[in-house]
């Protein structure tokens, strides 16, 4: 028993260490506008291409993870975020800056593997408090990076060297503590599938993020859009006849997953385009500190990492799909909280309050709801599909946030947060409705 807790400590501390990458960013992009001379939407893309490329890296590796084993591929992804955290660290230009953030990036799929380790190891009885351990601990890597950045006085190199250094230590505990099953998969990986979803993605969110600069309706801008609808028209007909896709497109769409892969997606863009948005307005509005930033969404991070403690005694009396309803709600209240007053430090730190709640409830229930009703053999296809979307709608996000706040939409923004987070307790609901019957 002491052993299978901590193998899930070690990757939940794992998954941490991977997911403050995400956002640590965050609250250092208007120093880097002005170290890098560049523009807000430019920079916006040292967020944009971490998420960008762990949105890649996630059905990628976690293939790679069923043919050579969960754990050497886990090892990889820790040494890819060590690499990258390095580049950042020294990097002097933003393109090296962004190549840094795509390595880094590739720390993504620790949480489909790590959960792909843990059910190896843990009974079934607890595997849904395990599970919901590592889904929750994203949130708390999410409002840690905002933290650790504040903590570090918001200088970029000291907080990539720091991240460098906490990924050394999460590699060194993963390799002493971790054990694998022999590896099944067979096949090769689809490299053809990971260029496409990345040509298509990347065109759609520099379409996003740039089309404010460009005009809506400048060639550049609806050649990018244009391209970013063929590509993944390309990718989707390709994929269906591949025998080991990137993605597995039916799965997509599996009546036992399309409830939770829609609600992931839409709760990772709301958290995003809140914690950023509340970072440029208490940097703006309020001249708040990146440190001061950290603070105002300390109550995320703590409530985030509470609920993930209370996951498992919460998921024993509701279901999944539940606690995402509620979760997503009380996301929703906060966003709406935020896009009618966010004038003042009570403001960021109610709706944080409530942001961290919500989404630590979320969080910690959709990585259950995406493979409770699907046989065990999917799921790890499960998993990484929930995590993939969930990063994809963060990515999003991003590119969303830095289009509205380069034209002074922060009320737009929050309001588009609001706004899918309330989609996300419909569809959530919807989801634990249909299943009801179908057990019924």
Not at 28 to 46: F, I, K, N
Not at 346 to 366: F, I, M, W
Not at 384 to 393: I, P, Q, Y
Request: aromatic content about 6%; glycine content about 12%; some cysteine.
């Amino acid at each position: 028993m002491y052993k299978n807790l901590a193998v899930v400590a070690v990757l939940a501390f794992a998954v941490a260490v991977g997911t403050l990458q995400m956002t640590v960013v965050v609250p250092l992009l208007p120093g880097l506008e002005r170290q890098l001379h560049a523009s807000s939407t430019t920079v916006s893309w040292t967020l944009t291409a971490g998420l960008l490329s762990g949105a890649v890296s996630i059905p990628l590796l976690a293939r790679l993870g069923d043919m050579y084993g969960r754990r050497m591929v886990s090892l990889v992804a820790i040494g890819l975020l060590i690499t990258g955290s390095a580049l950042s660290a020294v990097a002097g230009t933003l393109p090296l800056l962004i190549v840094g953030r795509v390595l880094q990036g590739a720390a993504a799929p620790l949480l489909p593997l790590a959960m792909g380790l843990v059910r190896q190891v843990v009974p079934d009885h607890r595997l849904p408090s395990a599970i919901g351990v590592l889904s929750a601990t994203i949130g708390v890597g999410s409002g840690g990076g905002m933290i650790l950045a504040g903590l570090l006085d918001g200088n970029h190199r000291t907080v990539f060297w720091t991240l460098a250094g906490l990924a050394a230590l999460s590699f060194v505990l993963v390799a002493a503590v971790v054990r694998d099953a022999p590896a099944r998969g067979s096949g090769r990986p689809d490299l053809a599938g990971a260029a496409l979803v990345a040509v298509w993605l990347g065109c759609l969110l520099l379409a996003i993020s740039k089309g404010a600069a460009w005009g809506w309706t400048s060639p550049l801008t609806l050649g990018l859009f244009a391209t970013a609808v063929v590509v993944a028209a390309v990718w989707v007909a390709t994929a269906r006849r591949t025998a080991s896709p990137l993605i597995e497109i039916p799965m997509l769409l599996h009546r036992a997953t399309v409830g939770a892969t829609v609600a992931s997606f839409l709760l990772g863009f709301a958290l995003f385009a809140a914690i950023t948005t509340v970072s440029a307005v208490a940097q703006g509005a309020l001249r708040a500190s990146v440190l001061q930033v950290g603070i105002y969404l300390l109550p995320t991070t703590v409530l985030m990492l509470v609920v993930s403690v209370l996951a498992g005694s919460l998921m024993r009396r509701f279901t999944a799909s539940a606690l995402v309803v509620t979760g997503s709600a009380l996301v929703t209240a906060a966003a709406l909280w935020l896009a009618v007053s966010s004038s003042s430090g009570a403001d960021l730190y109610g709706a944080a309050t409530l942001l961290g709640l919500g989404v630590g409830l979320g969080y910690a229930a959709l990585g259950t709801m995406a493979v409770e009703h699907v046989e065990p053999a999917k799921t790890a296809a499960a998993g990484g599909v929930n995590a993939l979307v969930r990063l994809v709608g963060s990515s999003v996000a991003g590119a969303v946030g830095a289009a509205l706040l380069s034209s002074g939409g922060a009320v737009w923004t929050f309001g588009i947060a609001a706004g899918a987070a309330l989609l996300a307790a419909l569809f959530a609901a919807v989801h634990g409705n249909l299943a009801r019957k179908e057990l019924a």
